[in-house]
């Protein structure tokens, strides 16, 4: 599995993309099978649409400026689809609207309790799950290296909680986890959706992977210096 993370990582910021994309549309629907009630469910056939539908209008919104962003560079593409970029918000908005009437059409008494519930339940998903994960789409347009630290905080996080765990926990937490580069690559901003960790990239590098010096203040190094001293004469 890491295997296969780092390799989308090389592959590019499209890979990775497409990897956070399936993994919303996953997380999503698992969040939305929680809520599920079956037997009310087969009552009112369009609910799943509807959950299928206000996706597809978030991500429409969410991704619109990543892809217009992605084919400047083509400019016969561009030209093919600017209207759907010139009006992006506005066809957002309408699209929305559709599926709130879509939303209200369906309202059938007796059901009006559940039915509300499922559209906020629907809402929160969306905001939980699609709204949040869009920031590692915008991370990577930054440079992969913000995609990549979170993540690998966690990896190491689980990792070494498996380690402690395996060696000194008594009792188990869930049992879901039992026992528990090219560095311009990483740093620049992508200049185009093809490029991957064999790619020749060139840029300003941002100042926080720039060496430089720093100078602490005076107080504090004269504390340091002194407590320094009073350890290797301890040592001694």
């Known amino acids: 599995m890491i295997g296969g993370f780092f390799t989308v990582i090389a592959l590019g910021p499209l890979s990775i993309m497409l990897m956070v994309l399936c993994l919303q549309v996953l997380i999503y629907r698992e969040v939305i099978s929680l809520a599920s ?19 597809i209008c978030l991500e429409y919104y969410l991704y619109g ?15 093919y689809l600017q ?24 309202l059938r008494k007796g059901y009006y309790r559940f039915q509300m519930g499922q ?7 969306l905001g939980l799950v699609v709204m949040q994960s869009q920031y590692m789409i915008e991370n990577i347009f930054e440079g992969i290296f913000w995609f990549f630290l979170p993540i690998a905080l966690v ?8 380690v ?6 008594r009792h188990q937490l869930i049992e879901l986890s039992p026992k528990k580069t090219n560095w311009r690559f990483m740093t620049c901003p992508p200049p185009n959706l093809h490029m991957t960790a064999f790619s020749a ?16 203040p005076a107080a504090v190094a004269t504390v340091l210096s002194s407590t320094r001293w009073r350890f290797r004469r301890l040592r001694r």
């Open 201 to 216: 990239v060139e840029c300003e590098l941002n100042p926080v992977f720039v060496a430089s010096e720093y100078r602490l």
């Open 83 to 106: 209207p759907l970029f010139a009006h992006h918000r506005f066809i957002s908005f309408s699209l929305y609207l559709v599926g709130f009437m879509w939303f209200v059409g369906t």
């Open 37 to 55: 009630v079956p037997k009310k469910e087969r009552s009112l056939p369009w609910s799943r649409a509807m959950n299928v539908y206000f996706l």
């Open 164 to 169: 402690f765990g395996f060696f000194f926990g």
């Open 155 to 162: 990896i190491v996080n689980d990792i070494f909680a498996y």
């Open 119 to 125: 559209f906020a339940w629907t809402h929160m998903a």
């Open 65 to 79: 400026r990543n892809v217009h962003r992605a084919i400047q560079r083509h400019a016969w593409l561009e030209a």
